[in-house]
């Protein structure tokens, strides 16, 4: 199979041979722009993207073009990476029964296929909301319960779990894997999001400029990945696995673990090391330091009978922080974050910025001292190249030498080479780098920043999470709203957890996520309680333990 899309002359698929066996469970992963998506697509014959196409697919022995469009429409399901964008119905309830309707089923067979499967997913209470009303955990479960009740053989999924908090994910895996194990249904999933996946995988395909360069069982992958020595995939390997493969000293392939519970066995086989002495890293503690943000009793409701979705909410951010908000899909975050830079006035209470109103901080003051970053970077772009956005940036702000600058930052963030380029025509990580520069451009002296590793494959994060760095170290005051707990303990300085409005508790990020069972990472889950250091993160266990011995 070789995919071209029209007018382009570079190829999204390249000469790619691959079977898929009945009842397996794939994992396709790799760098943004290789070409998951395009040949997921492809396996879905309606939604299909339009192109060159060289080279057959086959589904059960016999051409998809040979297919009565009707079974392949059952047959095989496709579950979006944006849940709104496979919503189309103003009820939950319309939502569940839209495919079944289209397709003529009777009245009988669809009360029969909806009472079995709202038992399954137990969302017997959301029948009656319509779907603005969901998080998006539960639109990305809806999606999923409209397409199962189709009863398909293949389920195709495009990042479900990249706009989930973590235990609406592991749900969402959790589920996948009962359908896989339970029904013999066929499950292939492209996805970022690695660490509880390589577990359940029958298979693990990784891919690179539209080519598979590797293709096995889990523990066959990471050996042979290590063996190379490939430091392009070598990040994709949970944490877990590449604690095991690093620190042991004889590793073997049988012996690599892939979720906490072979890790906990593994580890218990290691020296007992003493217990480190940890000073006081209470951020939240010391005096002098400047209150740059201040929320005090905020209340805010988006309709005027609707929820309260802010309740009573109190938040300080300091001065040069990098401060992180997490919690579950629908607690408040965004919110939080629009309140802070304006975007929305609180019905009770006050949002303060270096003492002032924000709501008194109009126009151009408060442009230049805050700046934004969206989960979807490119509703930034109004302009067709990256170059004309910046440039149009140096003009806003009125900046000195603005050419400079932009050159400057251009080579900072590495979009040098993407100067000419369209933003839509970027990959998730390019599109977040040049609207940071853009943003840069007139120095404000606080950065918001939604989801920012939304869709971003481990290299694109890491990178990102060096920028994040660089700006921190520079002055730059950081506030972000993220599921990712990984990033939130590698990068912020202090996190808060909200719950149903309200922030439930801030500190560090030990304070914090060590010793819970969700809001934790899966490093955390294998050392506590056990004979080596409790680590937070990969890089804190591999700094903490003594090397490896030779015996």
Same mark, same amino acid.
């Not at 592991?170 to 194990?181: A, G, P, T």
């Not at 359940?200 to 050996?223: C, H, P």
């Not at 590495?414 to 990959?427: K, Q």
């Given at each position: ?15 790619? %041979? ?42 059960? $022995? ?129 996805? %970022? ?22 293709? $096995? ?145 109009? $126009? ?18 109004? %302009? ?37 380029? %369209? ?20 120095s404000p002296d606080i950065l918001f920043i939604d989801e920012p590793t939304k869709g971003l494959d481990p290299i694109s994060k890491k990178r990102f999470s060096e920028v994040l760095y660089r700006l921190h170290r520079e002055g730059l005051t950081i506030m972000m709203v993220t599921h990712d707990i990984e990033f939130a303990a590698r990068n912020a300085q202090r996190c808060a957890i909200m719950f149903d409005g309200e922030i439930t508790v801030a500190g560090t990020a030990d304070q914090l996520f060590k010793g819970n069972y969700f809001y934790t990472t899966a490093i955390n889950r294998a050392t506590r309680s056990s004979n080596v250091y409790e680590a937070l993160t990969l890089e804190e266990a591999i700094e903490t333990w003594p090397a490896p011995t030779f015996t």
């Open positions: 199979m070789t995919f071209g899309f029209p007018d382009m002359e570079w190829k999204a698929l390249k000469d790619i %041979h691959l079977s898929v066996r009945e009842g397996e469970f794939v994992v396709l992963c790799g760098p943004s722009g290789c070409g998951k998506t395009t040949l997921l697509r492809l396996l879905k014959k309606e939604l299909a993207p339009a192109g060159r196409r060289k080279g057959e697919i086959y589904y059960e $022995g016999k051409r998809l073009e040979d297919w009565e469009e009707r079974l392949l429409i059952e047959q095989i399901g496709l579950v979006f990476q944006d849940p709104d964008n496979q919503i189309v119905m103003d009820e939950v309830m319309q939502e569940i029964v839209f495919g079944l309707e289209n397709l003529g089923y009777s009245n009988f067979e669809m009360r029969k296929r909806v009472a079995e499967m709202v038992h399954f997913f137990g969302v017997e209470g959301l029948l009656r909301l319509k779907p603005s009303e969901l998080s998006g955990g539960q639109k990305q479960m809806l999606n999923l319960l409209s397409v199962l009740l189709l009863k398909p053989k293949v389920l195709l999924l495009d990042e479900p779990t990249s706009q989930l908090d973590p235990i609406a994910a592991k749900e969402l895996i959790l589920i996948l894997e009962r359908l896989n194990k339970e029904m013999g249904m066929t499950v292939i999933l492209v996805e %970022h999001r690695l660490e509880e996946l390589f577990g359940v995988a029958d298979r693990v395909l990784m891919m690179e400029d539209g080519k598979i360069v590797y293709d $096995g069982n889990s523990k066959a992958v990471i050996t042979e990945l290590y063996a190379r020595g490939d430091e392009r995939f070598i990040p994709y390997v949970p944490s877990i696995s590449r604690l095991y493969m690093e620190k042991e000293v004889w590793p073997r392939l049988d012996g690599i673990p892939l979720n906490v519970k072979e890790s906990k066995e593994w580890i218990r086989t290691l020296p007992v090391y003493p217990a480190l002495e940890v000073a006081d890293a209470d951020a939240t503690k010391g005096t002098g330091r400047q209150r740059v943000l201040e929320m005090k009793d905020v209340y805010f409701q988006y309709e005027k009978k609707g929820s309260m979705i802010l309740k009573s909410l109190s938040l300080d951010i300091f001065k040069g922080e990098f401060f992180a908000l997490v919690g579950g899909n629908g607690s408040g975050k965004s919110t939080v974050m629009k309140a802070c830079i304006g975007s929305i006035k609180p019905k009770r209470g006050t949002v303060c910025y270096e003492g002032m109103e924000v709501s008194k901080l109009k $126009g151009r003051k408060l442009y230049e001292r805050m700046a934004y970053l969206p989960q979807n970077p490119r509703t930034y772009f109004v %302009h067709d190249t990256i170059v004309k956005e910046l440039e149009e940036a140096v003009v806003r702000h009125d900046v000195k030498n603005g050419t400079a600058k932009m050159e400057e930052l251009m080579k900072a963030f590495n979009i040098t080479h993407l100067r000419d380029r %369209h933003p839509y025509d970027c990959s998730g990580g390019e599109i977040q780098r040049a609207a940071l520069a853009c943003m840069l451009i007139g």
